[in-house]
């Protein structure tokens, strides 16, 4: 019998959609390998608007959002009505099939409050902490006040109802046990490991380069903090100083069409191509394509204690990676990444331009960073974790 057999999981996901976020959907299908029923609650979005689906035998329940948020005020009626249409459709599944444990994925650190009536019930909730959301809050709006009070307070009473808690970095754990106060035996770290199923190395293809001697690669979220003003700035530099590079930006979000406009406003559309959110088969083919790959993400400390899913999905694919110098980008990619000083975008560029002139590091870099996936950071090893803590949750 599977170990987990009998035993029913229900994740909710306000941010992003199944399988969308491939951290989750490892999860599920994790869980699902090793016995459990799983379902998911998650918001629609473009390419998943179906209001139910059932993927892997994995049950997927959908809701709509009343708008993509922006400002402060947007987020609370963004979050509101995500924990309306969590709490009816956790009902609508508890009476289709009891479920054992609730495991709540932030943004934002809410979610408890869709599990507190199902704890009568012997449910468990289970605590997935993705991002540091005062530390998110003061990244978006460079301030603190009420807002970021409240997003302390919401973090401190998910940590008090938490039986156990998901930590996606040894800092994230730290905060846990020293902010959250939680008990260090029930605060597991599982890496965002990429799957090298998924991401697999394959033939680059010439035109994406369009025309240019070296392509740079970024996929991941658009937003405020994500620092994709800063790169174009640091494009902006290797252009005037005659550099022949093509930028690959893959991905969206809120900010995508004010970083469109910032590229056309500083003449930079003829280096700088936007593919959105794409599948994984484009994705795999633009980012084999790249020489090196960046991480812009702002020096705030948000993005200093976080672990960036590009940076190992970069290392994946072998490509040597730019970024600024932060606790855990540093602490995932090691020698797989130059580090540009965090308060020079000039130093980014010639990083950059470093990496552009010189092949030979590019592949002795590259290959480190595949051999630290591979060995020690991919899925493969990480969903040991998770199975770890999942023996504790049910015992």
Not at 224 to 241: M, P, S, T, V, Y
Request: include cysteine; charged fraction near 30%.
């Amino acid at each position: 019998m599977s170990e987990f057999a009998g035993k029913h999981v229900l994740i909710i996901i306000e941010n992003l959609p199944a399988p969308f976020d491939r951290r989750v959907w490892q999860e599920a299908n994790t869980l699902k390998e090793e016995g459990a029923e799983v379902s998911i609650i998650c918001p629609k979005m473009k390419g998943f608007t179906k209001s139910f689906e059932r993927i892997n035998d994995i049950d997927i329940y959908r809701h709509s959002l009343p708008l993509e948020a922006r400002g402060a005020l947007g987020y609370l009626m963004e979050y509101s009505a995500a924990l309306f249409f969590q709490a009816l459709l956790s009902w609508k599944i508890f009476f289709k099939k009891k479920f054992h444990v609730i495991h709540g994925c932030n943004p934002p650190d809410m979610i408890f409050i869709t599990a507190l009536p199902f704890k009568i019930f012997g449910v468990k909730y289970v605590f997935d902490h993705h991002d540091i959301n005062p530390e998110l809050y003061e990244a978006k709006f460079d301030k603190k006040g009420v807002f970021y009070n409240l997003m302390v307070w919401f973090e401190r009473q998910t940590f008090r109802f938490s039986k156990y808690s998901i930590a996606t970095n040894d800092s994230y754990k730290k905060i846990a046990i020293e902010r959250g106060g939680m008990d260090p035996e029930n605060v597991q770290v599982v890496r965002s490991g990429p799957s090298l199923e998924r991401l697999k190395i394959v033939p680059p293809v010439a035109s994406h380069k369009r025309g240019k001697d070296v392509l740079v690669g970024y996929v991941g979220v658009i937003g405020e903090q994500e620092g994709l003003d800063l790169l174009l700035e640091a494009a902006k530099i290797l252009k005037d100083r005659g550099e022949s590079i093509q930028y690959a930006i893959v991905g969206g979000g809120t900010d995508l069409e004010k970083i469109k406009q910032l590229t056309a406003d500083m003449d930079l559309s003829d280096i700088v191509h936007f593919y959105g959110r794409v599948s994984d088969e484009e994705l795999v083919e633009v980012l084999n394509s790249c020489d090196l790959c960046v991480n812009p993400d702002k020096p705030t400390k948000m993005n200093d204690l976080s672990t960036m899913n590009k940076i190992m999905e970069y290392m994946s694919l072998k490509k040597p990676i730019v970024q600024f110098d932060l606790k855990e980008g540093r602490a995932s990619a090691l020698e797989a990444s130059l580090y540009a000083d965090k308060d020079s975008i000039e130093d980014f560029a010639n990083k950059i331009a470093q990496l552009a002139h010189d092949e030979e590091l590019r592949n002795k870099m590259g290959s480190f960073g595949y051999d630290r996936i591979k060995n020690e950071l991919s899925w493969d090893h990480e969903r040991q974790n998770l199975i770890s803590i999942y023996r504790k949750i049910f015992s």
